[in-house]
């Protein structure tokens, strides 16, 4: 089957999936079907059926999994969005058509990914620039602890996920450049190759801005994810190990110098290391996040192998010591709970796909840049994912950071979509000329 044909087929079985989990959903609620439902189907596959038409066009020989996975997730997502709130479902939609429509128009605009490596040292003060903007006047936490979002009049969103996409291209382009002088040994420790130590200058620059964020903003989802980002991306322009464990050690004691010093860190820790202490709030400071944790491992538990149904869990009142609304940070702990360990496998699963593809198009890609690219988007879209279910699931402390095409959140969703045009355009343009 020719790959435009293939992906086809895998949006209608993603639409199917869209549409039913938007039926179940009001039928575990009301018992009927909301007369919305035509609507739905009639916008949600419109403009799925758009994008494929501007991937036939103009990315003819893209891998057929990743725009169609994409879809899946966003309409599963937005089901799941419905059962938890029914009030942020239009705007879900309303952020869904932003994001369709700008991946059409990067893929319409950007015919050949190395055209964007010259603007690397452009890209890059955007990038940090729209990271650092939350600390700016119009800077604003919207009632939350972290700092994460701009707000211009009654418009709001999180810099941050714009930052994601663009730093990607910029790191692509500079380590693309400077590889070969970043790989070349000065001196050695044992077996250990030392590059000169002016190598290491990015990394620290990396790790400053990182910090900055973690500190100033309070958002350790952003700090480790930048980071990691640039570390993994480090390592598969040089190949050098060396790289990987200084930026560990380095994150490693920037965390542990904030747990020491910033509260807002400490609280985080502690909360995912005593969720369940009834006196959470003079043990931590911070009643709320060591309430959801709770909720979430109780939600992940009552689900079992199979779920106990779609619209049929309780995620607004999981015990009744936890009283409250699950979050939609929370979404993979509500999809446990209703759908099982099938449920979450399937999204581990879907998570996975993409990721394999996204480093096969790297593999594929006959140019260093492409490589990177592929390498770094794919880092962003599996990294983010690890951390909020590693979170949910108490692997690892909460990061606030928000599942890739699931989570409510607008940033984020056309954030995902322009990152995902990026990763079809390298994937198109080493599939025709292989």
């Not at 799941?80 to 990067?106: E, H, K, S, Y």
């Amino acid at each position: 089957m020719r790959p435009r044909n293939a992906e086809l087929s895998m949006l209608i079985l993603a639409i199917i999936i869209a549409v039913g989990t938007f039926a179940l959903v009001d039928l575990a609620r009301t018992g009927e079907v909301s007369p919305d439902l035509p609507g739905f189907l009639s916008v949600f596959a419109g403009l799925a059926v758009a994008g494929h038409l501007v991937v036939r066009k103009f990315a003819p020989a893209a891998d057929p999994l990743l725009y169609s996975i994409s879809i899946l997730l966003a309409g599963f997502g937005y089901g799941i969005i419905r059962r938890l709130d029914p009030g942020l479902a239009g705007a879900q939609l309303g952020w869904f058509a932003v994001g369709i429509a700008l991946f059409c128009l990067t893929l319409i605009v950007v015919r050949d990914h190395r055209v964007l490596e010259q603007f690397r040292y452009s890209l890059m003060v955007l990038g940090i620039g729209l990271l650092l903007l939350p600390l700016t006047p119009i800077g604003s936490t919207l009632g939350r602890s972290a700092k994460l979002w701009v707000q211009v009049g009654p418009l709001s969103f999180q810099p941050a996920e714009a930052a994601k996409v663009v730093l990607a291209l910029f790191l692509a382009g500079y380590l693309a450049q400077k590889r070969e002088v970043m790989n070349i040994t000065t001196a050695r420790i044992g077996p250990i190759g030392i590059p000169a130590p002016r190598h290491f200058g990015p990394l620290l620059m990396a790790w400053m801005l990182s910090l900055a964020v973690m500190f100033y903003e309070r958002d350790l989802g952003s700090s480790l994810l930048f980071f990691a980002l640039f570390v993994v991306t480090l390592y598969a322009a040089t190949a050098r190990g060396i790289y990987v464990g200084v930026g560990i050690a380095m994150f490693a004691g920037g965390v542990w110098f904030a747990y020491s010093y910033f509260a807002h860190v400490s609280t985080r820790v502690c909360a995912w290391l005593n969720p369940w202490s009834l006196d959470i709030n003079d043990l931590c400071g911070f009643q709320q996040s060591g309430r959801q944790i709770a909720q979430s491992y109780m939600a992940l538990g009552t689900g079992g192998f199979t779920g106990v149904g779609l619209g049929q869990g309780r995620p607004q009142l999981i015990d009744p010591q936890l009283e409250g609304t699950l979050p939609t940070d929370f979404i993979f702990a509500a999809i446990g709970e209703e759908l099982g360990l099938l449920g979450t496998t399937a999204v581990l699963l879907l998570f996975a796909l993409v990721i394999a593809r996204g480093m096969h198009t790297a593999l594929r890609s006959r140019d260093a840049f492409g490589t990177l690219l592929a390498t770094s988007l794919t880092v962003i879209i599996g990294l983010q994912a690890f951390l909020i279910m590693a979170g949910v699931s108490r692997l690892l402390p909460l990061t606030g950071i928000t599942l890739p095409f699931i989570s409510y959140g607008g940033s984020s969703l056309v954030a995902n979509f322009v990152l995902m045009a990026l990763l079809v355009r390298v994937s198109d343009d080493e599939e025709a000329r292989a």
